[in-house]
């Protein structure tokens, strides 16, 4: 089946530290990739995603690697700033109507 | 007014109760989302509209019922819920297909008592 796992929190880190969250998937066919973000009372929001592998998505500092071989798509940001404080959400989208989140990673950065 | 917006913010209703949620977007999509949100549970599709037409039901239960009546409207009704309801209800659009980067709004929180 298709599914989505990535690193329970919550990740406390002191500004400008350097941030991985781990997102492994589990698929049929080829996903589209994607990690949103959810700041506080606010809806999610895209922040990168990657349609196919070897694409890395990019977006305000934070990358991602869509890996085929180890089937990982983690999220990385070199140096994080308090205002990145939020959860983040790894999903996969396969087929014409199936999208897959993780359970969210919630940061907070502190100053 | 910009983006996908959710009334209420806020619900909180009785098992007995019956009540709506409403979602409207202001993107010119033409398909938007019902979605859960429970703490410490993946984000849970819940229901998918086409161009207007439901394609993806994903077994939830029938005192949960959707309604879209144009390509900017989508109105989630409720019915009879159980307190394991309870939780965080997000409205998403989008362009055409599951694969195109979805917008939320800011969602309903739903306490059922």
């Known amino acids: 089946g298709n599914s989505v796992t990535q690193m329970e929190g919550p990740v406390t880190l002191s500004e400008e530290a350097f941030l991985t969250i781990n997102c492994t998937y589990t698929?049929?066919?080829?996903?589209?990739l994607f990690w949103y973000v959810q700041y506080p009372g606010e809806g999610l929001q895209l922040l990168l995603k990657a349609t196919k592998a070897d694409d890395k998505g990019s977006n305000k500092g934070f990358e991602a690697t869509y890996r085929k071989e180890t089937t990982s798509f983690h999220l990385e940001k070199g140096s994080v700033q308090v205002s990145d404080s939020a959860v983040y959400f790894c999903?996969?989208?396969?087929?014409?109507?199936?999208?897959?989140f993780g359970t969210g990673t919630r940061l907070t950065v502190i100053p | 007014e910009t983006g996908v917006t959710q009334t209420p913010r806020h619900l909180v209703m009785g098992m007995t109760n019956k009540k709506s949620l409403k979602c409207e977007q202001h993107l010119g999509h033409n398909a938007m989302y019902w979605y859960k949100q429970s703490a410490k549970k993946p984000l849970e599709l819940m229901f998918v509209?086409?161009?207007?037409?439901?394609?993806e039901n994903n077994s939830v239960p029938s005192r949960f019922s959707p309604e879209c009546p144009n390509s900017s409207h989508l109105f989630l009704h409720l019915h009879t819920l159980q307190p394991e309801d309870s939780a965080l209800y997000l409205c998403a659009s989008s362009q055409a297909g599951i694969r195109e980067t979805q917008y939320f709004g800011p969602g309903t929180r739903l306490l059922v008592l």
């Open positions: 698929a049929t066919g080829y996903p589209s």
């Open positions: 509209y086409s161009l207007e037409e439901r394609v």
């Open positions: 999903a996969l989208a396969t087929g014409a109507n199936n999208l897959f």
